[in-house]
């Protein structure tokens, strides 16, 4: 089990997971790929209503470390954006791929979330306010789609939500994509760091 593994790498100094991860191959139409580490994506530490909260946890050695700002990962400190400290909660995020292990911004964004950290943004334009209050009414600062404003009665909203994004007021999080035909996955446990332990408090019983 390759969360496990991380897992129990995992603590007050974190380690990282490529070791655990690239020591495994995934046979597709009988051929043998080597499982690489998605570089540039991270684990994450969570706080109340925000998702992506100040701390990442890189998945291969001398990944570079990130402060999150406003749902968005920011150049910062690597030794305050890696340690673990007692108490904390994180998105323990794994990421393989059979090709390069590099992802980039695709194209249709369908995935946004209300920036956490912003504060008072004067909207001129009404239809963009009457939206904003759709998401602060159905979703707060969790993640939503273009599918979910649908069945909340919102219609002819893009040029809105666009404005919105504009404004810094609503983050978008577009499809990543590695090379073209390749294979990705992502997988993940939600674990807080106890005194003596660090408890998965997702495990069920399928996972």
């Not at 990543?176 to 997988?187: E, F, I, N, R, S």
Request: proline content about 3%; overall charge neutral.
């Amino acid at each position: 089990n390759v969360l496990y593994g991380i897992k129990q790498s995992s603590g007050i100094n974190a380690e990282y997971g490529q070791e655990v991860m690239e020591s495994y191959e995934v046979e597709l139409d009988g051929k043998n790929y080597q499982v690489k580490c998605i570089r540039n994506l991270n684990g994450h530490s969570i706080e109340p209503y925000k998702i992506h909260a100040g701390k990442t946890v890189p998945i291969i050695k001398g990944g570079e470390a990130f402060e999150i700002y406003g749902g968005k990962t920011v150049p910062g400190s690597s030794n305050q954006a890696i340690k673990m400290e007692e108490g904390e909660f994180y998105a323990i995020e794994t990421f393989g791929s059979t090709g390069k292990g590099l992802v980039h911004d695709d194209v249709d964004c369908s995935h946004y979330m209300k920036n956490f950290d912003i504060g008072h943004v004067p909207i001129r334009i009404n239809r963009a306010k009457g939206l904003l209050n759709t998401i602060n009414r159905q979703f707060g600062t969790l993640a939503f789609c273009k599918r979910w404003l649908e069945r909340a009665g919102e219609t002819k909203y893009l040029l809105a939500l666009k404005h919105l994004c504009d404004l810094g007021i609503v983050n978008d999080y577009p499809p990543l994509v590695d090379q073209k035909g390749c294979y990705t996955a992502q997988m993940e446990h939600t674990i807080v760091l106890r005194p003596t332990c660090k408890e998965v408090i997702s495990r069920g019983d399928d996972y």
